[in-house]
């Protein structure tokens, strides 16, 4: 089973940027689909960034397009998600998630990642 663990949340003003990290031990996540979700409190999960396998494609949620940055590090075994320009609506808990069956363009919704991590929270606030 393929475990995911997130990092690099935190509390940060309006206008500041933060570095996440999702990062797997056991597996190598090149062959996985990446994904990113996040969950404000009382709102559905929205799927946010994704990155296909073997280099595929990165597909971003249109609230986020260049604000949010996905991207591989093969030899960390890590995807990141570079967000800048924060504001106080991107407060929520942060999720990686992983599937090596998606073929092409990544999706943005919560099938068919199969594995999840616990997430991260990420707070934006003067």
């Known amino acids: 089973q393929l475990q995911l663990v997130e990092s690099g949340g935190g509390l940060v003003q309006p206008g500041g940027s933060l570095r996440l990290s999702c990062a797997a031990s056991?597996?190598?996540?090149?062959?996985?689909?990446i994904a990113w979700f996040r969950q404000a409190p009382g709102k559905e999960r929205e799927g946010v960034s994704c990155?296909?396998?073997?280099?595929?494609?990165?597909n971003y949620a249109d609230s986020v397009k260049g604000r949010f940055t996905i991207s591989r590090d093969s030899a960390k075994n890590t995807v990141y998600l570079q967000i800048d320009s924060l504001k106080p609506e991107d407060t929520a808990v942060y999720y990686c998630?992983?599937?090596?069956?998606?073929?092409?363009?990544?999706?943005?919704?919560?099938?068919?990642?199969?594995?999840w991590g616990q997430g991260t929270q990420v707070t934006v606030s003067s």
């Open positions: 998630a992983a599937d090596p069956r998606l073929i092409g363009l990544c999706v943005l919704a919560s099938p068919p990642y199969s594995s």
């Open positions: 056991g597996f190598t996540l090149d062959y996985y689909a």
């Open positions: 990155i296909g396998r073997l280099g595929g494609r990165t």
